[in-house]
C-alpha cells in the first residue's frame, strides 16, 4: 500500500521559512508529477506548486518568488522551501503525488501538515 508520509510544519514568525517534505512509500512503480496545496478551514483545497519528475515546476502567483519545490527521484521525495512567510499562508498544506503502483495510475494524498504563521 503506498503512503505519502510529510513532515516540516509548525509554527514560525512572518518572515520566517519553513520547509516541508513529503516521502512516498510502499509498491510504486513510477513516481509522475508531485505537488503541494493547501487548504484553510471552509475554504477550497488550492494549488501551491507542481513538479514534474523531469523537473519542471509550476507555482501559484502568490507564491511565486517565495516558495519553491524541489524532489528527489532516488527518493521519492517531494521539498517545499517556504521564505517570507506571511500570516495568509497558513494552512493545512497537503502533498500529492500522481504514481503507477500496483493498481494502475493513481493520485494520493498526504495526511497533511499544519502550518501557522504569527503576525
Known amino acids: 500500500q503506498v503512503q505519502l508520509v510529510e513532515s516540516g510544519g509548525g509554527l514560525v514568525q512572518a518572515g520566517g521559512s519553513l520547509k516541508l517534505s513529503c516521502a512516498a512509500s510502499g509498491s510504486i512503480f513510477r513516481v509522475n508529477t508531485m505537488g503541494w496545496y493547501r487548504q484553510d478551514p471552509g475554504k477550497q483545497r488550492e494549488l501551491v506548486a507542481t513538479i514534474t519528475r523531469s523537473g519542471s515546476t509550476n507555482y501559484a502567483d502568490s507564491v511565486k518568488g517565495r516558495f519553491t519545490v524541489s524532489r528527489d527521484n532516488a527518493k521519492n521525495t517531494v521539498y517545499l522551501q517556504m521564505n517570507s512567510l506571511k500570516p495568509e499562508d497558513a494552512a493545512v498544506y497537503y502533498c500529492?503525488?500522481?504514481?503507477?503502483?500496483?493498481?494502475?495510475?493513481?493520485?494520493?494524498w498526504g495526511q497533511g501538515t499544519q502550518v501557522t504563521v504569527s503576525s
Open positions: 500529492n503525488a500522481d504514481l503507477f503502483d500496483s493498481r494502475g495510475f493513481v493520485t494520493y
